[in-house]
């Protein structure tokens, strides 16, 4: 959805793995396409290395949440290995995060969380009347896209993390990213591929 924190969570990682040391580093500057109110115009984008194995690389993209980029959102989709989708937890907000939603398991082909590894961002937890983790469980149950039976370390099975994306904070938004990876290269282990795409929704 626009305005949920896309481009705060993948300028927090920036940021992140700058000040520590951490698995991966960043190896490009972060470009950044907005308008003069923050929000995203075609995409953001940055490239990580692994710092464990230098030969693996992740490109990480956001891009835009409103409605009329969806033909943008679908050709940048193209190619991507994971997805971490940001979702802003404030209650008057549900339906349109969900909408979103659907039109990213449209966009895959029913493909998400099956081929496709499905991070959620669970973000503004820090902000007043939001939905807490338990609430948006049963959302995503009712929804058919989290599955009780699957073990958290299931490379099919969705992994969710409550954040606030600000810098100052930054609950979660490392891990999320670690997680997806994880998932990635689960996915890719048999194969020969190009650098994973991760894509921030």
């Known amino acids: 959805m626009a305005g949920s924190g896309k481009t705060t969570a993948l300028k927090t990682l920036y940021w992140q793995t700058m000040a ?10 972060l470009i950044n396409y907005d308008n003069n109110k923050g929000a995203t ?5 940055c490239t990580f290395q692994s710092r464990k194995q230098e030969s693996i690389y992740y490109w990480v993209y956001t891009i835009p949440g409103r409605p009329s980029y969806y033909p943008i959102r679908k050709k940048i989709f193209e190619g991507t290995d994971g997805v971490l ?17 659907k039109e990213l398991r449209n966009t895959t082909r029913n493909k ?17 009347d939001t939905i807490g983790v338990e609430d948006f469980k049963q959302i995503l149950i009712r929804e058919k896209i989290w599955n009780e039976n699957n ?4 490379i099919k099975a969705l992994s969710l993390f409550d954040t606030c994306a600000l810098y100052e904070s930054r609950n979660n938004i490392y891990n999320s990213f670690y997680e ?3 998932k990635v290269g689960e ?3 048999s194969q020969v591929k190009d650098a994973p795409i991760i894509t921030a929704l």
């Open 20 to 29: 520590q040391k951490m698995d991966v580093v960043p190896v490009s500057e």
């Open 41 to 45: 115009l075609y995409y953001d984008r």
């Open 85 to 101: 989708f940001v979702f802003d937890s404030r209650t008057r907000f549900l339906e349109e995060n969900l909408e979103s939603l």
């Open 112 to 128: 998400l969380d099956k081929e496709i590894p499905l991070i959620v961002l669970l973000n503004k937890q820090d902000l007043e």
């Open 151 to 154: 073990h958290n370390l299931d």
């Open 180 to 182: 997806c990876t994880r």
């Open 187 to 189: 996915n890719i282990l």
